[in-house]
């Protein structure tokens, strides 16, 4: 047994980084060895590397060893640079994703604009920042995501390192329900967050919205994400994001908002008709009657289901529903 180093956190994460860079990776019992402390400490030592920056990554080994160690290369990776065009559309993209206020990704975008503004004349930063304010969007009805914020730190956790999860997931008007879970992605929609990946309790991919998660438990047990995954998988035809039984769609919009629907691709398979009287009929095949419906009722006076005969009767028992309420 070595004897006991006597020195300071700063000088031991000095050490633990200049091991993992020197090696292809250490265990975490590897390190307390050579550092004379704990293993709870090295955890400790672990997580502040972590928040300083350093990609560490954690592996596990066909022996059952978990290695701790950096992103191969990571010294030689040179300082990403961009055109002023690229940087104009990073601004652009930034306003759209407003609804993330109060969230760790918030964060993460101000660390990134922050530095971008530190490397560019104050002139330029302003135009950028003009021309970005030009082109926000108008919101309403914005989710809060703050309320979210540990949950959300603990999905990006997750999803960086591909540790399994249990969650709490609260349905509407049902009771909680637990997962055992493996993230695979976070899909944004609508100004929404879901998360998506493999329950294992239902032996399926799922997607579960960010905001009923009433808890997420992150493991240190990894899981690899499987090579045929594509986020499409999680949304299969639906026209949103609730999949279901495929339906064939036929759908006439009057003159009045039939240049909106022309110019437009609102699912894969669409096929737009024109009609004589400057009308169009747009056909598709999807599932998800609820997001069908919402869509459709939006452009109520200036439009008509023809098909399927259940989604008309839908359409119209919605009408007279909400007619009823007047």
């Known amino acids: ?125 302003a135009h950028l920042e003009r021309v970005a304010e030009a082109a926000a969007p108008l919101f309403q009805g914005v989710r809060d995501y703050s309320r979210k914020r540990d949950i959300l730190e603990k999905i990006r956790e997750a999803l960086l390192f591909q540790y399994r999860c249990t969650i709490r997931y609260a349905p509407p008007r049902r009771e909680v329900q637990e997962y055992l879970f493996d993230p695979y992605t976070l899909l944004f929609f609508k100004d929404s967050l879901y998360l998506g990946g493999f329950a294992h309790n239902r032996g399926a991919l799922r997607l579960f919205l960010v905001d009923r998660l009433m808890d997420v438990e992150v493991s240190r047990e990894r899981f690899e994400v499987p090579d045929d995954f594509s986020p499409e998988a999680l949304t299969g035809s639906s026209f949103g994001l609730i999949d279901g039984e495929p339906m064939r769609i036929r759908v006439r919009f009057s003159s009045e908002v039939a240049h909106f629907i022309r110019e437009r691709i609102w699912h894969p398979t669409q096929d737009l008709v024109n009609q004589a009287d400057g009308s169009v009929v747009l056909a598709f095949e999807a599932s998800g009657e609820k997001e069908i419906l919402a869509w459709v009722y939006s452009y109520i006076p200036h439009v008509q289901v023809l098909e399927p005969p259940s989604l008309r009767s839908a359409f119209v028992r919605g009408i007279e529903e909400t007619l009823k309420m007047q």
Not at 26 to 45: G, Q
Not at 83 to 102: D, K
Request: with cysteine.
């Open 1 to 125: 047994m070595k004897p006991a180093k006597k020195y300071s956190q700063a000088a031991r994460l000095h050490d633990i980084i200049r091991i993992l860079e020197a090696r292809y990776g250490a265990t975490v019992e590897e390190l307390a060895e050579e550092c004379a402390v704990t293993r709870r400490t090295i955890y400790r030592d672990l997580d502040a590397i972590l928040e300083a920056g350093y990609p560490l990554v954690r592996e596990a080994e066909p022996d059952g060893r978990v290695l701790y160690r950096f992103v191969t290369g990571f010294r030689k990776i040179p300082p990403i640079t961009f055109s002023l065009p690229e940087l104009m559309t990073l601004y652009l993209c930034r306003r759209p994703l407003a609804f993330l206020q109060g969230t760790p990704f918030q964060d993460d975008l101000d660390a990134i604009f922050a530095r971008i503004r530190s490397s560019l004349p104050p002139r330029s930063v």
